[in-house]
């Protein structure tokens, strides 16, 4: 095979790009992945960014990919991927109050009981309920095609509960659903931080079955990170593509998508060099930067451009300040319970229960939010691999602007430090021991570094395209350029601007094999996805 011409070209090294590659090399078609950076897995990364062996996910921090087809389809445990489960996985810490959310359903539900027994009923029901859910309607809709919003919804009133799943996915917004189900301020905020992790505004009506999902896993899914760091991932399944013939290119930004007569018939790198490719081209970065500067405006109809151009991206962003420490964090609540020092997230302070939506409309006027609370992860403590013995990886998490209404972006660059120093203050409240002499290294990390490592993450937005219901389903991105096929013959979608959207998922990238084989006839190795055989949560 000419190393200059293939079957089938993926855009980006992420990993639903490799993904794609992997299912498609499986299959016998000679693909090539083309990555700009030096290293594969796109937001699948672990670095080492202030002290060395202290390791941190800098974007994707917990994964689903147990929770999917891809981890049982491509055996990644052949290629040294394998999942820990912490048992206290999601902690809520105030002064006076704390709430363990466990991996085990039961646990969780005599956490609860501690301080209510309606909310202890209430998210049995709920997380039972959502667990069926998720498994007969919320799985299947992520890993596989979209359908026309019509169709959806017959489809799902015909089945067993699927008409209470369809009322609960259009007509409540997370905030409105949090205040009818829980009494106590602890199972809100719970249910609303989960929310948020989704990138979703908590106030906006509906609950999407994208985001549904996301909050159906730590209601009543198993939570997991990826051992060794979550590059380790990435990297697994690049050892697929390789090993069934596929190619990967680092180092090799692409300038132009190829496209004559309407079709795309290859790439042009950065560096001037042209690969072919015979079949099909898929683009895993966002449609900006995919349609606008790589097929070119001369190319699209004026309308695509004008759909692309109008794209929204999340006015929600995170600033993360990453932490190489002599010892772990130790709450002064765990006095009531040795646990509470044992978690893998934690949600910090957020007293009041205004709080929350307050941060939420502060970052929306392009504000740094007060801080009254924030988002914590410790990783060492489950993953020793991740830090030097005796030491401990954490990172601390805010929602943020990318624009700052004083000074815009560019403003970043000066009040990062600062930012970082109150937010170290306000989790030393909760956290005495987090002293200067406990900081062996600190990394603060702006939505525009995130834009910056990433550009496919436009305003820092992980998801390539703001979750809103408008831009997800049969929307995603946009009406009329669904199901991974695009106005380019011969071009597809296989990255997180696709249905279902970002995160640790990979559903865009395996939905993406099967439309491409399903249009160019290559033979699918792999079963049909069905949840209740290979999840088991």
Partial sequence: MSNTRFDGIIIGGGHNGLITAAYLAKAGVKVAVFESKLTVGGGFATEELSVPGFKHNTHAIYTKLHESPIHYDLQLDRYGVSYIYPQARHIIVK????????????????????????????????????????????????????????????????????????????DYSPLEFAMETFETALCRDLFLRSTIMSEYEITTK????????????????????????????????????????????????????????????????????EFRADHFVASSIDPIHTFLYMVGDDKL????????????????????????????????IAERDPMINDGLRYGIGFERDEDTPRMGEQVRAGRIPDITGLAAGIFSTHDPSQAPPGGCTASLSLLAPFELADGGAARWVDVANDLADKMMDKFREYAPNMTDDNVLGRFAYTPVDIETYLPSMIQG???????????????????????????????????????PGGFAIGAPGYNAANAIADDLGYMKWWPAFEPRKVVYI
């Fill in 95 to 170: 002064h006076d109050s704390y709430f363990v959310q466990h991996q085990d359903l039961e646990a969780t539900i005599e956490s609860i009981s501690r301080f209510s027994k309606k909310d202890a009923a209430a998210y049995r029901k709920l997380a039972y309920q959502w667990k069926d859910w998720l498994l007969d309607f919320g799985l299947p809709e992520l890993y596989s095609a979209p359908k026309p919003p019509d169709q959806w919804e017959d489809d799902l009133k015909k089945m067993p509960s699927g008409a209470e799943y369809v009322r609960l996915v259009k």
């Fill in 206 to 273: 509906g609950i999407p079955p994208f985001v549904f999902c996301n909050v159906a896993c730590w209601l009543a899914g198993k939570t997991a990170i990826v051992r060794g760091g979550t590059r380790v991932a990435a990297e697994g399944i690049a050892r697929v593509v390789q090993e069934n013939g596929g190619q990967i290119f680092t180092g090799a930004p692409v300038q132009r998508i190829i496209v004559e007569n309407g079709t795309a018939k290859g790439i042009v790198l950065n560096d001037g060099r």
């Fill in 301 to 332: 109809p004026v309308e695509v451009q004008q759909k692309v151009a109008g794209l929204q991206f999340s006015e929600l962003a995170l600033f993360r300040v990453f932490l190489s420490l002599k010892e772990r964090p130790k709450f002064k």
């Fill in 461 to 499: 937005d992980i998801c390539h395209g703001k979750i809103t219901p408008e831009q997800l389903g049969f929307n995603r991105p946009f009406a009329g350029m669904s199901k991974y096929r695009t106005i380019i013959d011969k071009l597809y979608l296989c990255g997180a601007s696709a249905h």
